[in-house]
């Protein structure tokens, strides 16, 4: 029977059929971070477990790091957590990236970077949004932290095999309409747990007209969908980026072209079936503002706050409740909500094009008095990268602070965080209740939205800017 | 791991969908390095107020469910964050069961709970049933009308019994291998373990940077 791309992955990495059906998956990469894996590492310690591949778990630090003077971390539990990773990576032998590291960042953007993210290869990790690695052809799924230890004691883990959903985005987005906008609209569409038990594909000429920038930024937000893996099938555009710069764990030289041989049969057969389907017309889609405590909770930058009992997919009470916690009005345009900080960065968009795309709309503008603008780059290579093409001037001469780079805002286990009553344009992605700090209200954006938000101190419709 | 086999308890309801990891267990706690202490933060932003007292208008927090451990919630639970921690505040919070429903949406149902925190659940004993939105909202009703009512939930069986004068009973669906290892108990880790010899002969054909079989 024809094979859809993550038939071919899943099928590539059954070790063996359990008698209960479930199958036994072998893990080719495990991602580690200080947050979820202390009572995995605690786990083994207490069973006299080793760590099974050593050389198959790569350890950072991001989701506690502070974003401005990182050699300090003023608080005592977050510096005990960070110190633990690093405990636990010296005494089971796994390579890790720390904060002295020119390689440190957001987890799910090292992985790219470093090369250990491959088509056609299972990544896991104790995090939610390893989805993103799914724009390589990357079967990658975020587990939870006794499925960390699983995988550090056996590299495998029990799965029940997943439905397939197919994701077309038909036609080509608007510019700037960008990918963030595109996930948003079919998160919209579909609602937060519309993809709970499938692996998404993405595809059509929106998906191969993306950068791998851009990819990442969709399958990032699979999980905001339901859906623990989102996949897109490699092409050149996915072999051009593993060749570009130096990947210390990509395939190298004679082994590289063999390897882009046969990752160039990684993809859907034109006649394979999925469970399920759903076409979105990329160039209708208009660039995307939440109003809500949750990413379905959705509307066009044109559109307004919408009225109780009037959004489907949820209850009255249910958008009361959000309307509340948001302090907004039914009625008002999303264009006159006004904002106090804008937040540029997260494992969705801090990767070195959206600081571009940020940057090239801040670039001889000022940030709205009163707005507060942080800018936190993906990783320490991101944050080199913007600094060698003077990025941060342009940053920093708008008004915006320029960081280290962290998880930072994105969940606020840094002291990066808004106050009580605060509201954030952010390319994050999650705008769930307390998310950024408590009480604070989040809208989620793409790059370019936040950054034209920051200038005018609420959301414009950033086609207006674009067209001037 | 510990065994679940039947539990019986009073009943809570919390009546708000798409409840996310966040709200389970707020970002400040995960700081912990330890597998328990969890409980008293279970739904901390929603259930205490700013000086730290219980907050009235959280409905959990009312004297009816006190002791409760079997909570029912709505559809989409546990969304978002993959944190365990989540899983470890409701148990360590006294809950040894959650019910919430599946729904019909475009003529496609949607889980009850989300993914990752159904397969934490499932590796701490915490048993999630799916009933549908029609049963769980029967047992909205009565929870409302008969304060401190109490329930049993027999998984041999794959049973909820609402215990009233006539008892009510739903019946629920769960996957074979989940309700084996919650029934015994089983250690998943031992259990992969035994397939060492499985694993080493796939590790010797597997190429784990290029996913294919080796040459060698």
Known sequence: MSQTLFEKIWARHVVETLPDGTALLYIDRHLVHEVTSPQAFEGLRLAGRRVRRPDLTFATMDHNVPTDDRQVIRDPISAAQIEALARNCREFGITLYDL???????????????????????????????????AFGTLAFGIGTSEVEHVLATQCLPQRRPKTFKVEFANRPKHPVS?????LKLIGT?????????????????????????????????????????????DETTFQYLAARPRPFAPQGAVFDQAVASWKRLSSEPDAQFDRSLTIDAAQVAPQVTWGTNPGMVVDVTGRVPEPGSVPGY??????????????????????????????????????????????????????????????????????????????????EAGCDWRQSGCSMCLGMNPDQLKPGERCASTSNRNFEGRQGKGGRTHLVSPEMAAAAAVAGHFVDVRTWAAN | MDAFRSHRGTLATLNRANVDTDQIIPKQFLKSIARTGFGPHLFHDWRYRADGSPNPEFPLNAERYRGASI??????????????????????????????????????????????????????????????????????????????????????????????????????????????????????????LKRDAAIAAFEARHDPQLARATTR
């Not at chain 1, 790219?112 to 690695?133: I, K, N, Q, Y």
Request: aromatic share 6%; charged share 20%; net charge negative.
């Open chain 1, 100 to 134: 002295h590291s020119d390689r440190q960042g957001i987890v799910h953007i090292i992985g790219p970077e470093l090369g250990l993210t491959l088509p056609g290869t299972t990544v896991v990790c104790g995090d939610s949004h390893t989805s993103t690695h799914g």
């Open chain 1, 179 to 183: 990918a963030k906008d595109l996930i």
């Open chain 1, 190 to 234: 579909i609602g937060t747990a519309g993809g709970t038990g499938y692996v998404l594909e993405y595809a059509g000429e929106a998906i191969r007209a993306l950068s791998m920038e851009g990819r990442m930024t969709i399958c990032n937000m699979s999980i905001e969908a339901g859906a623990r893996a989102g996949l897109v099938a490699p």
């Open chain 1, 315 to 396: 209850g009255r009470a249910d958008v009361e409740q959000a309307l509340a916690y948001m302090g907004l009005t039914p009625g008002t345009p999303m264009t006159s909500v006004k904002v106090d900080t804008v937040f540029i960065g997260s494992c969705t968009n801090a990767r070195i094009e959206d600081l571009r795309i940020a940057a090239g709309v801040l670039k001889g503008r000022k940030v709205a008095p009163g707005v507060r603008v942080l800018v936190v780059p993906g990783s320490q290579q991101v944050r080199a990268q913007a600094e060698a093409e003077r990025l941060d001037a342009v940053f920093q």
């Open chain 2, 71 to 192: 909570l029912v919630a709505r559809n989409n639970f546990g969304c978002g964050s993959s944190r365990e921690h989540a899983v470890w505040a409701v148990l360590q919070d006294g809950f040894r069961v959650v019910l919430a429903p599946w729904e019909e949406r475009g003529g496609v149902r949607v889980p009850a709970f989300a993914d990752i925190f159904r397969s934490n659940a499932g590796k701490n004993a915490l048993l999630t049933v799916e009933l549908s939105a029609p049963e769980i909202e029967e047992i909205f009703q009565l929870v409302d009308r008969f304060p401190g009512l109490e329930a049993t939930v027999d998984l041999d069986h794959q049973r909820v019994t609402v215990h009233l004068p006539e008892e009510v009973s739903f019946h629920f669906e769960i996957e074979p291998a989940v309700k084996e290892r919650l029934i015994h108990g089983l250690d998943d880790i031992g259990l992969t």
